[in-house]
């Protein structure tokens, strides 16, 4: 991942065991952590199930100089809300993460060496989220009810993903390499998704606005209508931009030819699907 | 035995404006002395009657249908935890049941109506009416579109169309009528609205808007219903339609008839461009008749979902906004639409709608005989009504908000030339004497002997919008239930119901009729009377 500014310390939290119900605990996040004392973040307050418990309980705490940047390790399968509405500075999380990674987020950076579970960045503003391994479904959506989902920042998963990625987005970008469930783009209002894995049915449903890019043969709604095939220069920069951060972008992706289909115009809307169909 | 010692009481039906005196209480009621027990001292406070709100959505199908669908207010809601006192629940724009008899007791409310009950779910009505505690209350049954009686009005059969009411009345358990867009929900069933109040509903011959109303208020006087019929007026919301609400207001000829959210009825304009306030017509035309009552039905900018019975309205509302839509009790005697809302200060017709709400508040003069409220929760939720309060205490404190409309606005509306500022013993009068009368509710409303010890005690404060927020304490029926704006103590509040008279023969003609027509076996229709406690019934002779 570019752009990684220096960090004068860490704060490190290190699970101990896994626990046997969900643990909430949004207070892992730079906003709350960067120039508390030991002392003070093993006090925080955590949410097993119902019960209120100190983040000292489960995690053993290291404070390092007065740095931006928590790391998370061990089982944290069950450890929700990492990141919640954060604005600034880094987590970097070694190992497999609960959901809500990064919900709300509003700056900032998390990077997951693992998989990460749903939601992943659901209804945030700004900042960006990479993902190596796996993630779960509605990542960057919008949670039940909202009218929009994600509206800014960037999601990177280099895996799979779930179901309703990206669902009522409005603006920022989200790329996955490898396949996504079914109902990709659901009601989105904006924005951009990039899916270079095999794409599951429904893609772009009920899609309002923005642009889905697709690399595998998709299997679009009855409701998308065909446009053109041609070469959108516009294309390029941004996998430039996903190469600068990292993100493997396949080269054959670089040089091709797209149809494009405008929908769902069974809503109606003005949604546009691009499909990558090689060298022509 | 409770003494209210040394406060200053604002009763306007005993004609006090800040007397300080004694107000003594024993047995649930205010007394002339007491010797002994609890003494409040209420130097430096104000004692009042508690609120009455005339019309609220609160209880019901509809509204729980609301809650349903609007998990994104859930989230952004207080939360109300559980303390020895109470239960938990959550706020918003449609507070959970307890939470809302709660939040309602917690501003100083102690009597609260439910709009809109059709038959067919009236007992779901009234298991969440139970389960909304400390505020006593009623409702009223929708009936404006209920096919049996159109059926009647068509063969002109008024008197057994009287009967079929009261016997609809009692087997609801309701207070009083409501009609919404009379034939305009009935024509919804195919897709359609009325137009005017004189062309006939779709599907009828002779049945207008106009005869269903006339008809409706008649019955309400004839079989003397403490409240007259409540009427939610054909074409609400739309550009131009003040010009509908005046013809309703004429044709009723000197009935009684209470209009229900006025402010969504006073407006001008030829389309959304054009869109205008005509309040000031329309409260020149309520000066000058008596029989009228209205409540305002005030907007205040911010995220609401709006619930109403008037189904083609909240569809053309849907298309407005892009919204989610409930449409639902299409299959009751009535229909019902439920989209969520955001009235924003920048958006021009938002701007005149707030605009409106207040106008009318201030134009008519009377204040006995136009009440607040926010229609709850279609113009704002109930616990804002102390912003409401603020707007009409202090002209200055409107003029500054006027400041964050959009220009344009200021030309569409009078408000900005109003420099009327409402007295204490107004705003008790619109709150609760007014409403309490319009009701018929005798032992509300007022600090008299005799009345019920409904009664809210505030800290004086030069900020009425903070004060009307934060009672210190609050008493309902002789309990103090809540102090320093926390709930202390829960106590049922009791139902009123009425039972009107009807010739016992009106089944035999019903019956058939619900054989045919309905789902349910006549036997199972109407609400039990075990159903509603603690239950108040008022029997109406002949």
């Known amino acids: 991942m570019g752009n990684r500014e220096a960090m004068a310390g860490v704060i490190t939290l290190r699970l101990r065991e896994k626990p046997h119900v969900p643990l909430e605990a949004e207070v892992i996040c730079p ?128 895996g799979s993903a779930g179901p309703e990625v990206g669902m009522r987005m409005r603006r920022g970008l989200i790329a996955v390499g490898g396949a996504v469930g079914d109902f990709a783009g659901l009601h989105m209002r904006g924005g951009t998704i990039f899916l270079f894995g095999p794409v599951g049915i429904r893609a772009g449903a009920w899609m309002v606005r923005g642009t889905i890019v697709a690399f595998r043969p998709i299997t679009l709604l009855p409701t998308f209508l065909y446009a053109c095939a041609y070469r959108p220069v516009f294309l390029r920069l941004y996998f430039r931009y996903l190469q600068d951060h990292g993100f493997p972008v396949p080269p054959e992706a670089l040089n091709g030819t797209y149809q494009r289909y405008t929908g769902d115009t069974a809503v109606p809307g003005r949604g546009e699907v691009l499909q990558w169909i090689g060298d022509l | 035995m409770l003494r209210i010692k040394g406060g200053k009481v604002y009763d306007p039906v005993h004609g006090q404006a800040g007397v300080v005196r004694d107000v003594c209480i024993a047995d649930g009621r205010i007394v002339e002395n007491v010797s002994g027990g609890r003494v409040i001292d209420a130097r430096g406070m104000v004692v009042l009657p508690g609120g009455v709100d005339i019309h609220t959505h609160i209880a019901g199908a509809a509204i729980n249908f609301a809650r349903e669908m609007i998990p994104e207010d859930h989230r952004r809601a207080v939360a109300l935890v559980r303390t020895p006192a109470r239960r ?61 009686v159109l059926d009647l009005l068509e063969a002109e059969d008024y008197e057994r169309a009287r009967h079929v009411v009261a016997w609809l009345l009692w087997a609801a358990k309701a207070y009083g009528l409501k009609a919404v867009n009379p034939g305009g929900v009935a024509a919804w069933k195919w897709g359609q609205n009325v137009r005017g109040l004189f062309e006939p509903v779709p599907g009828y011959q002779r049945v207008t808007p106009a005869r269903i109303i006339t008809a409706l208020a008649q019955i309400a006087e004839d079989l003397r219903l403490p409240h007259p019929l409540h009427l939610h007026c054909n074409q609400l ?234 009672p210190r304490y609050v008493i309902k029926g002789g309990e103090v239930v809540v102090e320093d704006g926390e709930v202390r103590q829960t106590v049922l509040g009791r139902e009123f119901v009425v039972r009107p008279n009807y010739d016992e023969a009106i089944e035999a003609f019903l019956q058939p009729l619900f054989e045919h027509y309905y789902t349910v076996s006549f036997a199972n229709y109407p609400v039990e009377l075990e159903r509603v406690h603690p239950v108040e019934v008022r029997s109406l002779g002949e």
């Open chain 2, 237 to 470: 919301g739309l550009p131009g339609n003040f010009a509908t609400t005046l013809e309703t207001m004429k044709i009723l000829e000197g009935r009684r008839a209470h209009l229900a959210h006025l402010q969504f009825h006073a407006y001008g304009g030829d389309d959304w461009t054009t869109f205008r306030s005509e309040a000031p017509r329309i409260a020149e035309y309520l000066n000058d008749h008596p029989n009228l009552t209205a409540d305002a039905g005030a907007v205040l900018f911010g995220d609401t979902v709006t619930v109403t019975a008037d189904g083609p309205w909240q569809y053309l509302l849907y298309r407005l906004t892009g919204h989610k839509w409930g449409n639902m009790d299409i299959e009751n005697e009535t229909g019902c639409g439920i989209v969520p809302y955001a009235y924003r200060q920048r958006n021009l017709v938002n701007a005149v709608q707030w605009a409106v709400g207040l106008e009318l508040l201030l134009l008519v003069r009377d204040p006995w005989r136009i009440f607040l409220t926010t229609d709850h929760p279609n113009g704002g939720a109930f616990w804002r009504y102390p912003e409401v309060i603020r707007l009409l205490m202090d002209a200055d404190y409107r003029r500054e908000r006027l400041k964050a409309l959009p220009p344009k606005a200021l030309s569409r509306i009078s408000l900005p030339d109003i420099d009327r500022e409402y007295s204490l013993s107004e705003i008790v009068i619109i709150t609760s004497a007014g409403p309490a009368r319009a009701l018929g509710l005798s032992h509300k409303g007022h600090l008299g002997v005799g009345a019920d010890a409904d009664i809210v005690i505030y800290d004086e404060d030069p900020d009425p919008g903070r004060m009307f927020a934060r």
């Open chain 2, 88 to 148: 938990a629940g959550i706020g918003g724009v449609a507070p959970s049941t307890f939470a809302t008899g709660y939040m309602y007791a917690s501003m100083g409310w102690t009597t609260i109506f439910e709009a809109a009950v059709p038959v067919l779910t009236a007992k779901h009505t009234h298991e969440e009416l139970h389960d909304t505690p400390i505020v006593d209350k009623g409702c009223y049954l929708l009936i404006g579109n209920n096919e049996i």
């Open chain 1, 31 to 158: 906003d709350v952590l960067v120039g508390k004392p030991r002392e003070e973040i093993q006090a925080l307050p955590v949410f097993l199930g119902k019960r209120t418990r100190r983040l000292g309980d489960f995690f053993d705490v290291e404070v390092d100089g007065d740095g931006e940047e928590i790391h998370l390790e061990g089982d944290l399968r069950r450890v929700r809300w990492v990141g919640r509405g954060m604005t600034r500075g880094r987590i970097v999380i070694r190992g497999d993460v609960g959901m809500h990674l990064g919900a709300f987020m509003q700056g900032g950076t998390i990077e997951v060496f693992g998989n990460a579970a749903d939601w992943v960045g659901a209804e945030m503003t700004g900042g960006r989220i990479y993902v190596h391994g796996n993630a779960g479904g509605q990542v960057g959506a919008a949670y039940r009810g909202s009218p929009f989902g994600m509206q800014g920042g960037t999601i990177l998963i280099e």
